[in-house]
């Protein structure tokens, strides 16, 4: 939706991506968000059922194949870092604090974080149309190194080769 012309949250059948993961429940939690604590609001619908649309299914298929140790997700308008998952996020990227927004059902950092016990890291950027300085960019990915150096558990070559060894 943020290419649209007035751009929204949705995909092009009105589905929140973000309240479409699959959790537990998720009959019972995301619908009943949705209807009592949202008003129906279109802008937050969550699909018919979990994992009902292409690019959920997508992004659920790429962490199981890929198995990332930590998920960096991009979003706006808060100007906050959130973060959902085992462990401490990072307190702060560049200029952006962290605020922990909470965790909703059918959300990434509900499915990926709290399920999975997968880092989910959000920079929630000020703007959806205005994208940050090169500077502020810059900031942004020294402090998420960093975080990342110290927080996420370096995996060795042996490693890896042991898990793609095919015997």
Same mark, same amino acid.
């Given at each position: 939706?943020l290419l649209?012309d007035?751009?929204?949250?949705t %995909?092009?059948?009105?589905?929140d991506i @973000?309240?479409?993961f *699959?959790i537990?429940d998720? &009959?019972d939690t995301?619908? /009943?968000?949705w209807i %009592?604590k949202?008003?129906?609001?279109e802008?937050? +619908?969550?699909g018919?059922?979990?994992?009902? &649309?292409p690019? =959920?299914?997508w992004?659920? @298929? &790429?962490i199981n194949t890929?198995?990332p140790?930590v998920?960096?997700?991009? /979003?706006?308008?808060h100007?906050?870092v959130d +973060?959902?998952g085992p462990e401490d996020?990072?307190?702060? $990227?560049?200029?952006? +604090?962290?605020n $922990?927004?909470?965790? +909703?059902?059918g959300? $990434?950092g @509900?499915y990926?974080g709290?399920?999975?016990?997968? *880092?989910?890291? =959000?920079i929630?950027?000020?703007?959806a149309?205005i994208m940050?300085?090169p500077?502020e960019?810059? @900031?942004i990915?020294?402090? $998420?190194v960093?975080?990342l150096?110290?927080?996420?558990? !370096?995996?060795t !070559? &042996?490693?890896?080769?042991?898990?793609?060894?095919?015997s």
């Amino acid at each position: 939706g943020l290419l649209r012309d007035g751009s929204t949250r949705t %995909n092009a059948k009105g589905v929140d991506i @973000n309240r479409n993961f *699959p959790i537990p429940d998720w &009959e019972d939690t995301a619908l /009943h968000y949705w209807i %009592n604590k949202t008003g129906r609001s279109e802008r937050r +619908y969550p699909g018919p059922y979990a994992v009902s &649309e292409p690019e =959920t299914n997508w992004v659920v @298929n &790429e962490i199981n194949t890929f198995r990332p140790d930590v998920i960096i997700s991009v /979003h706006a308008p808060h100007g906050v870092v959130d +973060y959902d998952g085992p462990e401490d996020g990072p307190y702060k $990227l560049g200029r952006l +604090y962290l605020n $922990l927004l909470g965790t +909703y059902p059918g959300s $990434l950092g @509900n499915y990926a974080g709290l399920q999975r016990q997968i *880092p989910v890291v =959000t920079i929630e950027l000020p703007y959806a149309g205005i994208m940050p300085t090169p500077q502020e960019i810059a @900031n942004i990915w020294r402090d $998420l190194v960093r975080w990342l150096i110290d927080n996420v558990p !370096q995996v060795t !070559q &042996e490693e890896v080769d042991q898990e793609t060894d095919p015997s």
